[in-house]
Structures are given as C-alpha cells and as structure tokens.
C-alpha cells in the first residue's frame, strides 16, 4: 500500500533537490563535547517526519539489539531513536543528519535524557558516510534513498542489521516485515511497517520493477 506521507516527502524532497543549487551554506557552528557541527554539504534528501515512539522501540526489537552492538541512525531527526538504542540498551549510538535544527534537537534530546557518555550526534550527509564500525543502521528516509544507500550497506560486517520504517529496499529480500499502529501517533495517523534486513542480504529476485 502506498504510504500516505510518501506523497509530501517526495515533493519536499523535489523542491529542494531543485533550490539545491542555488543554495546558501549555513554558517560555520560551534562545536562541544560530543557533537560534530559544521556548514552541511547539501539540504536534506528528506523532510523530518518523526518515528513514533512505540515504532521506535519495535525497530530496536527487531534489530535485536544487544551489549556491544553499534547503532547508526542515517537522518537522525531530533535523535530519538539513537536516545532510545542508549537509554533501553546501554549501547553506544551515532545519529547523523544535515540538517542543523535537528542537530541541536538531537544535542538537546541527548543531554536532558543523559546519555552523552553513548550517543554522538553528526552533522553529516549520510552517502557520504563509511558504515563499516555499525552493527546496527536504522532508516527512516524514502525507498530510493535506501537503494541509493546499497553500496554502502553492503559493507556492513556480516551478521549487521538493518531496520527501516515504512520503506522497502528495493532488491533486497527483507527477512522479517511487521506491520503496527501506533496509537499515540502525533505525526502519522496510518499503520505502521518495520523492514528488518541481515547483512549479507539475500537478493529479491522477484522484484517487478
Ligand atoms: C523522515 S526523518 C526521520 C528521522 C528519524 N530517523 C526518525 O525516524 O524519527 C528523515 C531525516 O533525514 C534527514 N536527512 C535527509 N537527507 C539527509 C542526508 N542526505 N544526510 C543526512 N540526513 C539527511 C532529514 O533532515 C530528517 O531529519
């Protein structure tokens, strides 16, 4: 079914395709203890549209998140997931996005909920990122940025893995889908489905497309 906001990101993420152009820099930041800021290398592929709480914890079931693990957040938001992997798990967590609202969203998400010692939040352009320290990548972006993503997923250690709300990789045969509402949903009022992919994925031959 087609996802009911997939219309508005996808405008969005036209519109500024077409500004990118002509975009300004935003302006140098300060840094601090763990945060990395600086001047974004582009505008985001996609607005923010928040995980609700209870598919966020759902996503880090799925991933079966355990001591050790590391887990990355592409497009981090205002860092809720990340937040969550450290609180509920005690894992260390890195959320990246390039949009500079979000960063300090995420910073000060971190800092009331404690877990600057865990998290680390990166203003970064997630396709330009090497992921081969993570165990564990979330993703909430559109279904061609996560095809757009492969070769770099694909350099995940064995055994990684992969959760992504509401969209499919194309290609990529998930080995779990599970679908949910989410009642206190403040942001989205459809249902909900998790994408739960292991790497080495195994290849969707029966792609249509
Ligand atoms: C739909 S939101 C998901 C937020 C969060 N992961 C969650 O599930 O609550 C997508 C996020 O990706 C960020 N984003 C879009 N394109 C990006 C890029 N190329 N690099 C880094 N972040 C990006 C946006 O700024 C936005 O915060």
Same mark, same amino acid.
């Not at 036209?14 to 935003?26: I, M, N, Y």
């Not at 969209?167 to 080995?175: C, E, I, Q, S």
């Given at each position: 079914m087609r996802h009911p906001i997939l219309p508005i990101l996808t405008l969005v993420a036209?519109?500024?395709?077409? !500004?990118?152009? @002509? !975009? @300004? @820099? &935003?302006a140098q930041t300060t840094k601090a203890a763990g945060e990395t800021q600086k001047a974004p290398a582009k505008r985001p592929d996609v607005i923010f549209v928040p995980t609700p709480q209870k598919v966020v914890d759902k996503m880090l079931e799925m991933a079966e998140v355990?001591?050790?693990?590391?887990?990355?957040?592409?497009?981090?938001?205002?860092?809720?997931?990340?937040?969550t992997a450290a609180k509920k798990y005690g894992v260390k967590a890195i959320g990246f996005d390039v949009d500079l609202e979000r960063i300090k969203e995420s910073l000060a998400n971190v800092k009331s909920s404690k877990v600057e010692h865990l998290v680390t939040i990166k203003q970064e352009d997630i396709f330009t990122l090497d992921l081969s320290e993570a165990s564990v990548v979330t993703l909430y972006l559109l279904p061609e940025l996560n095809v757009k993503l492969m070769p770099q997923l694909r350099k995940l250690k064995p055994g990684s893995r992969i959760v992504s709300h509401d969209?499919?990789?194309?290609? !990529?045969?998930? &080995?779990q889908v599970h679908s949910?509402? !989410?009642s206190d949903d403040e942001s989205n009022e459809?249902?909900? @489905?998790?994408y739960k992919w292991v790497v080495p994925w195994e290849k969707d031959d029966g792609a249509k497309n």
């Open positions: 036209s519109c500024h395709f077409l !500004a990118g152009s @002509t !975009a @300004t @820099t &935003l355990k001591k050790g693990d590391i887990v990355y957040d592409l497009g981090c938001g205002d860092g809720r997931i990340v937040v969209f499919d990789m194309r290609g !990529a045969k998930p &080995l949910m509402s !989410a459809g249902g909900h @489905t998790i």
